[in-house]
């Protein structure tokens, strides 16, 4: 998709953070954009602020967590917009502990926004897309944690991160041939977002609000949510099937990776020791 003038995208999570970059980058190259957010407030401003470009802005109060109320944004973003060309599955939450302190209710919170939020939009937005029958493109925000893992207290939100890369590999496979719908997976590094007080938005029957940090936690730090943004915008025309905000970090995932293909190695020697032979794929064939 070069072209993106006119162009209509939705983006969840987009209230704050990276969301609110990609609205403003997006509406820079002379895109509409829909607001979705949990916090209408803050969708509502940031569509204030996209107007003030001159360009068109829904704001819609969505919780991703729920189908019935993506559904809702997908009715509404191609009723009042006239179509959609562009979706960014990107709102997220982030809950941090050793899985000893962890709870059920902060595994269904994390998997019901980071992952189920995502199968939503796809659920709702592609059938549209094909009936639309114009190119389209889907972002879907994992984290740098979703191509490697490392030591510390985030199990739960790794393994939403994970699930969503490989649902957007898999993604793109499916819909880019034959439907000309392109699948993008946002990895984003250090980045200055709101992730650590995402719990402000955390359902009474899911915890509730727990503690805030009192500091930022060098989140204010990170890279500009507009330059991911910018980035983006750029992986969009050039149809990229993975995004990295943090190119420094490839020593880590290309180490994650190494153990990954010494574990194969390992496996190929012990199945000769063993004298078991590989049966079922042939070499080179995907599995069904």
Known sequence: MQDTAGKVAVITGAGSGIGRGMAHAFADAGMDIVISDIEIKSAEAVAQEIRAKGRRALAMQTDVSKQAQVEALAEAAFREMGGV???????????????????DTDWDWQLGVNLNGVIHGIRAFVPRFKKQGQPAHIVNTSSMMGVMTAAGPGIYYIASKYAVAGLSE?????????YDIATSVLCPGHVNTRILESSRNRPQELGGQGVLPDRDLGMGSGMDPVDVGRLVLRAIRDRRLYIFTHPSMKPMVAASHAAIQGDFDWAQKTLEELGVAEMGLVQGQEPV
């Open 85 to 103: 060309h562009v979706l960014c599955n990107n709102a997220g939450v982030g809950q941090f502990g050793f899985l000893s302190k962890l709870k």
């Open 170 to 178: 898999h993604l793109h496979k499916e819909l880019v041939d034959r």
